[in-house]
């Protein structure tokens, strides 16, 4: 098989990923929530995840398509590179998402964003060490985003560094104390230094 029919055959896949799952996602927001509740803190150049597309799965395939592909073929668009990684996370793929977020990074370095969206891509995908340098380089950018905050908490307690969990429970707790991941954070701090 040529490196094209591959590359052809990997994005047919993730755009079936893709059209699956908003059609899902369009679903279960439906069946939990008003149409206009589910889209309000999307941004404005969010792709449709409600019912404005889910009739339309072509389309919907359509636009996956040609984000990916302008992303390849533009790979000095800030943006194409932001919208692709967006798409590869929505579905799971973080390793795809996390390539195409380093790619924009390289272009905009003190997007804080970006920096953010590669700690959470890395926490998701389980690359502990990689997403707590990049929840570092966002508090360098933003100490008190909280977002930021409880994302390195989380990467800190699963790679079980109890030292810098702790620190950043208390970081934390300064700039919100009632934040709702804090005591669920409390609770696996005293587990992991009881050695549970």
Not at 25 to 50: E, F, G, I, R, Y
Not at 90 to 112: F, S, V
Not at 131 to 154: I, Q, T
């Amino acid at each position: 098989m040529s490196r094209e029919n591959i590359l052809f055959t990997i994005i047919g896949l993730l755009l079936g990923f893709i059209v699956g799952f908003m059609y899902a996602s369009s679903m279960s927001q439906k069946a939990a929530m008003p149409a206009t509740a589910s889209t309000q803190a999307l941004p404005a150049d969010h792709p449709p995840v409600s019912g404005q597309n889910a009739g339309n799965s072509q389309a919907t395939f359509s636009q996956v398509q040609a984000a990916l592909a302008k992303a390849n073929t533009e790979p000095t668009n800030f943006e194409a590179q932001v919208q692709a990684a967006d798409l590869y996370y929505q579905i799971g793929r973080n390793d795809q998402a996390i390539e195409y977020l380093l790619k924009a990074n390289q272009l905009k370095p003190t997007d804080y964003r970006t920096v953010v969206f590669l700690g959470l891509a890395n926490l998701d995908a389980e690359h502990y060490d990689v997403a707590e340098k990049w929840y570092r380089a966002a508090l360098k950018m933003k100490s008190d985003d909280v977002m930021v905050l409880a994302g390195l908490a989380a990467t800190t307690l699963q790679k079980g560094d109890a030292k810098a969990a702790e620190d950043a429970i208390a970081k934390l707790e300064k700039v919100n104390p009632n934040a709702e991941d804090l005591p669920q954070f409390r609770d696996k701090l005293a587990s992991l230094k009881a050695g549970k």
